[in-house]
């Protein structure tokens, strides 16, 4: 959808109408959306704007990211892209090309590492359901918890906590740092999970994590939520470090529901895999 963007910056800013450090790009698109209506009428806005800016840093085209219009209909990717391809001659681009371009999943430049992919659920913001995909370097030690077991055994979810606090719903603003409008990082990752060797599968042995992991982030209220945590390793003849990964993370997530003053429990779902094959 952004392909005719690929040549230039995209970059965003996450802030409040009354912040002193508003940027100059900001309040020129602010002062035109929350300028006095015609006829006293207030048209219903969302709280996301979208605004393009040529060379020489002028805004020449903003529009509201979430028109109203669009809401439970899938049409908002429809209504970006005319607004983009509406701005494209401002910029000196062409339309956006119709085929799609290929998925290409991070990696860590041949480092091995654990690919984490997280998705909410929310029926009410399908751009959620959209895997935000992260990489995580793992040096020989990280996987020290993870050692052949010999027989069955207890892993700390706090050693694992590298990767598991990467499980955070995409999207979500609930859990930002009011002065700083970063979001709370995940502080502590607790629980016991069982990491059970199982029988040889083509001369690979192979073992089964699994256990109820709960995830608090670094907010004042101890906000926490928890998943069940599964994952199936595999170990070369005769090695402790596993040689891969595969797993997934269930859980619910509980967001504030303002309108109703009330708390909706979503799906949150995460899947790892490492990295490299």
Do not use: C
Not at 2 to 16: E, R
Not at 47 to 75: C, K
Not at 201 to 209: E, S, T
Not at 251 to 260: E, F, K, M, V
């Amino acid at each position: 959808m952004l392909a005719q963007l690929q040549p230039y910056i995209v970059t965003s800013w996450h802030g409040h109408r009354n912040d002193a450090d508003i940027p100059a790009a900001v309040k020129t698109v602010w002062g035109w959306k929350f300028q006095p209506s015609r006829g006293g009428f207030q048209q219903r806005q969302s709280n996301v704007d979208l605004a393009l800016l040529n060379s020489d840093g002028i805004v020449v085209h903003t529009f509201d990211a979430a028109h109203h219009e669009q809401y439970g209909r899938g049409g908002i990717q429809q209504f970006t892209v005319r607004e983009l391809n509406r701005a494209a001659p401002f910029l000196g681009l062409g339309k956006a090309p119709a085929k799609e371009r290929p998925v290409k999943l991070p990696t860590l430049g041949g480092q091995r590492g654990i690919r984490v992919l997280v998705s909410l659920r929310d029926d009410r913001m399908i751009a959620y359901r959209a895997p935000v995909v992260e990489v995580v370097p793992m040096a020989k030690a990280d996987w020290k918890p993870l050692a052949w077991p010999d027989k069955a055994r207890t892993v700390k979810a706090s050693a694992l906590k590298s990767w598991l606090s990467q499980i955070y719903p995409p999207g979500v603003m609930d859990r930002t740092n009011p002065q700083t409008k970063v979001v709370y990082a995940i502080k502590s990752t607790t629980g016991d999970l069982k990491l059970t060797p199982i029988a040889a599968a083509d001369g690979k042995r192979q073992a089964i994590l699994r256990g109820v992991v709960r995830l608090t982030d670094e907010g004042p209220d101890d906000f926490s939520f928890q998943g069940i945590v599964e994952a199936v390793l595999t170990y070369k003849k005769g090695e402790a470090t596993p040689q891969s990964l595969r797993g997934y993370f269930d859980g619910l997530y509980p967001r504030n529901d303002r309108q109703h003053r009330d708390i909706r429990w979503l799906p949150l779902q995460a899947a790892f895999e490492s990295i490299p094959d």
